[in-house]
């Protein structure tokens, strides 16, 4: 079992603060550090100093971490156009040596589009431009050097683009694709996805996209098992019931709630719980959302008592 911290910045991060877990994620051993695409916070924080681009900050841990893997959990489609996102992402990727993993979503957080002016369509319309936004980025990265790449969809067109720059990985990062429409999410994650993420659901309801994702392979014959199955799930892990109270209080969540939805209690509890994950739903991977990123306590008490029991 991987496992990855996932942050969420909106809530309230400057970009040393995220540099500081970001670092402490990779001194302690940890695969990848993944955060939000958000620009407005959620629920009763604060938000303060204020959003972070993700793109910008992981530019900057591009430059300022060394080995640790970063993406997004996931960039919102309605943010960027493809052809700029494309040159962003493989930027950064050349930055941090072929570290990055692009997780790429359509968009859905209506007040953040009207605080920032970003334009959020009907749902149906909003899927029709994100699978075109897929094409065109995957598309532009995988085409060979020398030649140019055209789209010419019903929302966006390309013509002899020198699709450039490179991302350092070729042909492409990885693309992480997530969520839990039934059908036309599975199919595109059959047709893109490296990965595919399912966030905050219970791990029979998980199964079961997981499921419609493998039986989207088969349609097109592809493999399942090349599609990497992940989950994240809010973590508050700590030495004995104290100390797991004192996290949940931290971060304004019951202990109870946190045991039925997310990875909560002593480290013995949540190896249990992963085991129970990983046989229902066959997942390989797991993002440890940390809503409290001042306690790098945690990160280091995950890493050196849940991890070492699940290799």
Request: with cysteine; charged share 25%; glycine share 10%.
């Amino acid at each position: 079992m991987d496992l990855r911290i996932f942050t969420e910045p909106q809530q309230g991060a400057s970009y040393a603060d995220l540099l500081r877990v970001a670092r402490c994620t990779e001194d302690a051993g940890y695969s990848a550090f993944f955060r939000s695409d958000h620009y407005l916070k959620m629920g009763s924080a604060d938000g303060l100093p204020g959003p972070t681009d993700a793109w910008i900050t992981l530019a900057g841990l591009a430059r300022d971490t060394s080995t640790v893997r970063l993406g997004t959990l996931m960039t919102a489609a309605t943010f960027r156009l493809p052809g700029p996102l494309a040159i962003s992402v493989a930027q950064v990727d050349q930055m941090s040596g072929g570290r990055v993993e692009f997780g790429f979503g359509s968009g859905w957080y209506a007040e953040e589009h009207d605080a920032y002016g970003l334009t959020l369509p009907p749902m149906r319309e909003r899927f029709d431009r994100y699978a075109e936004q897929l094409e065109i980025i995957t598309g532009l990265w995988a085409t060979p050097d020398g030649q140019s790449y055209s789209f010419n969809g019903k929302y966006f067109q390309l013509a002899d683009s020198p699709a450039l720059p490179k991302p350092a990985q070729r042909p492409r990062p990885p693309v992480l694709i997530g969520g839990g429409g039934k059908k036309r999410t599975p199919a595109l994650a059959a047709r893109f996805a490296n990965e595919f993420n399912l966030p905050f659901m219970p791990a029979e309801q998980a199964a079961a996209q997981f499921d419609r994702v493998a039986a989207a392979c088969g349609e097109i014959g592809r493999d399942p098992a090349e599609i990497t199955r992940s989950a994240a799930l809010v973590a508050c892990v700590g030495r004995d019931d104290a100390e797991v109270a004192n996290r949940a209080s931290a971060i304004g969540r019951d202990v109870a709630e946190l045991k039925e939805n997310g990875l909560a209690g002593t480290p013995a509890e949540v190896v249990q719980r992963i085991g129970e994950w990983r046989a229902q739903t066959g997942v390989e991977r797991i993002y440890l959302q940390m809503l409290d990123l001042s306690d790098l306590a945690q990160i280091e008490l995950i890493a050196s008592e849940v991890a070492p029991q699940l290799r």
